[in-house]
């Protein structure tokens, strides 16, 4: 890391504080020191402005549109490989070699099968509990399960905790999925594909034959890529902060997966899908664009803006290809849902108000379409979303766990309660 010196002025105290440049994007201010030097804090509550970490998995620039992963371009390995490569690529940084991928393949794939204690654990749930709600419990009970790969301190563990993950978190979404619908789990089949298995214990059942639609397969393995990683998001953050206490990886993933529920963040694949469906038709368009504007309204177009993409989200232009793919393959072609999103987005990117905010379609506005084309309900779109993001959580709290720096996260605030008073016995206290 090159370093260099920032000259910082705060009230009548002048300093040097370390200036760091990355391999590409802003420098940043370390201001560890800043407390010490000047006993003021920084502020800033939704870190606009503050980086976390330092981190080598993933480059977003904002203004650019662009979308890197260990260098590569989202697109890249959206169109030449499929979501195991980018697995390999965010966990190991390189790009595997033939040999390297068949064994990282027969690794993720022989871990697939959960503890069958797990089933049992489903049922405590009663059938109409949200998925991600079951997510979060399952993905946390992991650690009742696997307690030879909880010692974060062991690289091994670390390891096998982390295949772990990756492998299994496909097999417990679709048994949310099947304990949501009241069908019986699916065993997964160690002879498919990462996605087309995923496709087959979520829609297999066991009176007939399943044959995976090897479209709707390539197509799913590309959201998932899309929605592997996002540098320090919120609930990357989450992981890392949870993480840095020391507590086992499971736990940490479930803690992002809590984070990930929230609609601004990956709930809003399934909010924007709710929200097409309450505008319904093109001509209740201008109505809900004149709320999202409204200052006293706080509707928001869900689907739309970023904190970070101030262009057009690179991930968004290709799940709306993917998204015209699927609904061509399923025949699908008069879908008013798709009608009302092509046009709220030709309406919304000429309008003043979005292109003034720089707010665009990101991720979440295309993937319920087709999500929901692909026969999945709106309540498993999040789901979907923290099945591929697990293997960029995995990455991330590794990464931050082997950083020789690493220190429990503990962020100070700005107090604003009551000064220091005395206690009141309740004799003397005064109603209201
Ligand atoms: C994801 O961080 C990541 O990388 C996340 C993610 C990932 O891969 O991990 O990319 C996945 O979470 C994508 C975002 C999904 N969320 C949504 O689609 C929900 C709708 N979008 C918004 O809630 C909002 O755009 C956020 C939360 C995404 C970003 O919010 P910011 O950065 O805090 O921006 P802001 O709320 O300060 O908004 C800036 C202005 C505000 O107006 P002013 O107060 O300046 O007048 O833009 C307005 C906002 O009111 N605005 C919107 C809007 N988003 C922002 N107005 C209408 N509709 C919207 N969607």
Not at 274 to 300: C, Q, W
């Amino acid at each position: 890391m090159n370093s260099t010196t920032g000259n910082l002025k705060v009230a009548d105290k002048a300093m040097d504080l370390p200036l760091k440049k990355g391999t590409i994007g802003p420098d940043v201010l370390d201001i560890a020191a800043l407390y010490g030097k000047t006993g003021m804090f920084t502020y800033d509550p939704g870190f606009t402005s503050t980086a976390s970490c330092e981190s080598a998995i993933t480059y977003i620039d904002g203004d650019k549109g662009v979308l890197l992963h260990r260098g590569y371009p989202i697109e890249q390995l959206a169109e030449h490989g499929d979501f195991l490569e980018t697995c390999y690529v965010l966990f190991h940084g390189e790009l595997p070699t033939a040999a390297q991928k068949a064994d990282f393949d027969y690794r993720v794939t022989r871990h697939t099968m959960v503890h069958e204690q797990m089933a049992r654990f489903f049922h405590g749930f009663r059938r109409d509990a949200h998925p991600m709600a079951v997510m979060v419990a399952s993905v946390g009970a992991l650690s009742a399960f696997y307690h030879d790969s909880t010692d974060i301190t062991d690289p091994q563990q670390r390891m096998v905790a982390s295949m772990r993950m990756i492998a299994k978190i496909p097999t417990l979404a679709a048994m949310a999925f099947k304990y949501n619908i009241g069908q019986p789990f699916v065993y997964p089949n160690n002879t498919l594909d990462y996605t087309s298995n995923f496709l087959r214990m979520c829609f297999a059942v066991p009176c007939e034959d399943y044959k995976v639609n090897q479209v709707l397969a390539r197509a799913l393995d590309r959201i998932f890529i899309l929605h592997a990683d996002h540098e320090q998001n919120a609930s990357t953050s989450t992981v890392r902060l949870a993480g840095s206490s020391g507590a086992n990886p499971f736990a940490c993933i479930a803690a992002g997966i809590a984070s990930l529920w929230g609609p601004a963040h990956g709930g809003a694949n399934e909010a924007a899908l709710k929200m097409l469906g309450e505008i319904g038709t093109v001509d209740r368009i201008p109505h809900y664009i004149a709320r999202a504007k409204d200052k006293n309204d706080s509707f928001r177009l869900m689907g739309f803006g970023h904190r970070v993409y101030k262009n057009y989200d690179p991930r968004a232009k290709i799940m709306q290809k993917t998204c015209h793919e699927v609904l061509a393959e399923l025949g699908i072609n008069d879908d008013p849902l798709l009608d009302v999103a092509m046009e709220l987005e030709r309406i919304a990117l000429h309008d003043d108000y979005f292109i003034e905010k720089k707010l665009y379609p990101n991720i979440d506005f295309y993937s319920g379409i087709t999500l929901k084309a692909m026969g999945f309900p709106t309540n498993m779109f999040t789901v979907l979303f923290a099945v591929a993001r697990t293997v960029g959580w995995i990455a991330q709290w590794r990464e931050m766990i082997e950083d020789p720096h690493q220190k429990i996260g503990r962020p100070r605030q700005l107090y604003v309660g009551a000064p220091k008073r005395d206690y009141v016995p309740i004799s003397k206290r005064r109603e209201a």
